[in-house]
């Protein structure tokens, strides 16, 4: 067998398991093999980890197929025959995908006149698919600027109060003989904040988190810099597999990627790992973090309040959006909300679209507006 | 200095190589290493802080017997801080000194211009400074923390990655002769662009295990005793259990032991350990929660560990 019909074949099942291949990732696993050699086992397995594996989220799927790969090879296989069932497995469920897709798009073609007007204040807890189809459509018009920050990035600018561009003062010097004719200035300009959003996906959560997957990926694709969560028993990131710019093929990856879906609820244990693998490190460091939850926690709510405390020591602004709190004489009850609640920037609901395009508007918005809310 | 190159012919002499500078490899960094060199690929090195990603470039380019061309990333870098510059002051001194001799009216306007793009005005930044080395060695070019920088440098540093020539319009193409190697470092604030990825081999830099760690302390603490080094990679072991908000890094092992090794200490105990804790941990709750666990539990152990064939 050859450097290359081994890596191509490789690379075949590495997709069929779910990671990204690209071509050149397979040409440089072909150069790794010439240098180390294709019959050592481990020398095999650190050259395609090198050369195919990119995050280390990918590892323990990488481990899982190289070994049967290997096993197989070393069986006397054919290394395409090994790729072949395992791509076709893949392709199977991809189909399934985009039966369903079709229908689901059909059905919102009746309701496009006034959807606006009945749906706003309906609680997505009573939708029905073909709504939720038409409120995705509605929620791609939400924008989530935020406030910007000062970047350190100088640009161009034309007020005087900034500070002189020597470089551009002297180059423009150079069409008059040196003499500096016109002074050019330079000021910071001003960029994005990060916006992080925490969806809890626990079962408490079902009727409202299949609508606030579509409300996230209205902000992915609507803005830059944008991160996406989900936390249910364990901490899923689910950024790369919610940006693709067509919904359902959005929505599918991403209920593919989480494998907790309507489980059990430990947001203070999620939230921990968030603050240790991504969160404090940099991803929440002056970034606006929006937390979709109803504060149902089965975990210590110590854990939960420490957590949201930590989170809101780095963040620029927490805003938690609680679908319950419309409910009439709601009361921050649930253990885990009382406890993360004085760590939070503001509180907002979050059941109905009306209720959506108000947390657009906080995201939006930094002054007076956001306390009226918090107590509304 | 080392031999470059004959030491580097394979993984294992990569391996020996960075041990005999005082840097233990594990397999999987060493053939990534010796890849990267083979390959004339660029290296990204991802992991948790304090892993020694780093460190790895420095003691390449000890190994390697070439220079170490370290570009800090931060937010805002741009061309002119990674790239070149020019060196605007000297352009217009140079301008006057022409004038004032009289020089300035006697010659063409195009010649005088031609000479203010001179090489001696360009302020070689990091980026040429490694495509275009003054002694002719290619170096070894450290991209430290690329997750600072801002997206658009990443797409520039794509295209100075990929063909290893970096264009001044006003002077012409630097091409490099022999490739630089090539470190990249990120601590994953953010994902590195997948193009950029491309480019590059990539290796996950774990924590060490115990027998690796111990191994490092004495390769690095030599004046520590050998007891005493298993006892701190013990203790920094259960420590690294304990879901502190920080666990401590290979570096902070390193600098505890050499704390305990100034101080003269030649076993843990609990005031010790309190003394000198914060050469480890750097968070007032981490220390808390240490406290909260006990000291006994965690010099027991340190002491377990370390009596190990030791």
Same mark, same amino acid.
């Given at each position: ?17 779910? %990671?990204?291949?690209p071509l050149d990732s397979?040409v440089t696993?072909?150069q ?18 090198t050369a195919m +594996?990119r ?23 054919? !290394? ?5 069932? *395992? ?25 496009? $006149? ?11 807890? *009573? ?10 459509? %509605? ?34 010097? $150079? ?52 991160? #996406? ?9 689910? *950024? ?23 489980? &059990? ?12 693998? @991504? ?10 973090? +929006?937390?979709?939850?109803?504060? @149902? ?22 805003? @938690?959006?609680? !679908?319950?709190?419309?409910?009439? &004489?709601? #009361? ?45 | ?10 993984? /294992? ?22 890849l990267a060199?083979?390959l004339k690929r660029p290296l990204l ?87 275009? =080395?003054?002694?002719?060695?290619? =170096?070894?070019l450290?991209i430290?923390?690329i ?7 990443e797409a520039y540093l794509l295209e100075v990655l990929s063909d290893f /020539? ?13 490739v630089p190697?090539v470190v990249l470092?990120s ?5 590195v662009h997948d193009a950029l990825k491309r480019r590059c081999l990539y290796?996950?830099?774990?924590? =060490? ?37 920080? =666990? ?63």
């Amino acid at each position: 067998m050859t450097a290359e019909r081994m890596a191509v074949a490789f690379g075949r099942v590495l997709r069929g398991a779910g %990671l990204r291949v690209p071509l050149d990732s397979v040409v440089t696993f072909v150069q790794c093999l010439d240098a180390v050699g294709i019959t050592d086992r481990n020398r095999v397995y650190w050259a395609a980890h090198t050369a195919m +594996v990119r995050r280390p989220e990918d590892r323990e799927a990488f481990n899982v197929a190289f070994a049967v790969f290997w096993d197989r090879i070393s069986a006397g296989e054919d !290394p395409h025959h090994i790729a072949e069932e *395992t791509v076709s497995l893949a392709a199977d469920t991809d189909d399934a995908e985009g039966d369903d897709s079709t229908e689901r798009s059909d059905d919102s073609v009746s309701l496009r $006149f006034s959807a606006m007007e009945t749906l706003s204040k309906k609680d997505f807890a *009573t939708y029905s698919d073909s709504e939720l189809a038409e409120a995705q459509r %509605l929620m791609q018009r939400l924008r989530f600027v935020g406030s910007p920050r000062r970047s350190l990035r100088l640009r161009h600018s034309r007020s005087r109060r900034a500070q002189v561009d020597v470089r551009r003062t002297v180059r423009s010097s $150079f069409a008059h003989l040196g003499e500096p004719v016109r002074r050019q200035w330079r000021a910071p300009s001003e960029r994005m904040r990060r916006l992080v959003v925490l969806l809890d996906v626990s079962g408490s959560m079902e009727p409202y988190a299949r609508a606030f997957l579509r409300f996230m990926h209205a902000a992915l694709v609507g803005r830059q810099r944008v991160e #996406a969560f989900t936390l249910g028993t364990r901490l899923t990131r689910i *950024t790369r597999e919610l940006s693709h710019r067509d919904p359902d093929k959005a929505l599918a990856r991403t209920s593919q990627q989480v494998a907790d879906w309507s489980g &059990g609820t430990r947001i203070g244990e999620c939230l921990r790992m968030f603050n240790d693998r @991504w969160g404090v490190r940099g991803l929440a460091r002056g970034a606006i973090v +929006v937390m979709l939850s109803d504060g @149902w926690d089965r975990g210590n709510p110590e854990v939960l309040g420490d957590q949201m405390q930590r989170l809101s020591r780095v963040a620029h602004r927490v805003v @938690w959006v609680n !679908p319950l709190k419309v409910t009439p &004489g709601y #009361a921050p009850l649930a253990r885990g909300m009382a406890a993360a609640l004085p760590h939070v920037d503001a509180f907002v609901e979050g059941h109905s679209l009306e209720a959506l395009e108000r947390i657009a508007a906080v995201i939006h918005d930094e002054g007076g507006r956001v306390a009226g809310v918090i107590h509304a | 200095m080392v031999a470059p190159r004959a030491s580097l012919g394979s993984v /294992q002499h990569v391996r020996e190589a960075l041990q005999g500078a005082g840097y233990l490899a594990d397999e999987g960094l060493a053939t990534a290493v010796f890849l990267a060199l083979s390959l004339k690929r660029p290296l990204l090195l991802e992991g948790e802080a304090g892993v020694g990603k780093t460190e790895l470039a420095k003691v390449l380019a000890t190994v390697r017997g070439s220079e170490l061309i370290r570009l800090q990333c931060y937010e805002g870098i741009d061309a002119s801080q990674a790239v070149y510059d020019w060196d605007y002051s000297r352009q217009l001194l140079h301008l006057r000194a022409a004038e004032a001799s009289g020089e300035a009216a006697g010659k063409a306007t195009e010649k005088l211009e031609n000479e203010l793009y001179d090489e001696r005005f360009l302020i070689r930044r990091a980026l040429l400074r490694a495509i275009e =080395p003054r002694n002719g060695v290619a =170096p070894v070019l450290l991209i430290d923390e690329i997750d600072r920088a801002d997206d658009e440098f990443e797409a520039y540093l794509l295209e100075v990655l990929s063909d290893f /020539q970096i264009t001044v319009p006003e002077v012409g193409t630097f091409r490099a002769t022999e490739v630089p190697l090539v470190v990249l470092t990120s601590n994953r604030t953010r994902d590195v662009h997948d193009a950029l990825k491309r480019r590059c081999l990539y290796h996950w830099v774990e924590h =060490p295990g115990f027998e690796r760690e111990v191994d490092i302390v004495r390769l690095r603490v030599p004046q520590v005793h050998e007891r005493l080094a298993r006892q701190v990679a013990g203790a920094v072991e259960r420590l690294r259990s304990l879901h502190l908000y920080k =666990p401590p890094g290979v570096a902070e092992t390193i600098d505890w032991a050499t704390a305990l090794g100034t101080l003269g200490v030649t076993q843990l105990d609990e005031a010790v350990v309190r003394s000198t804790l914060g050469t480890v941990l750097k968070y007032r709750e981490d220390h808390e929660r240490v406290t909260e666990h006990g000291f006994a539990d965690l010099i027991k152990h340190a002491f377990e560990r370390g009596a190990l064939n030791g």
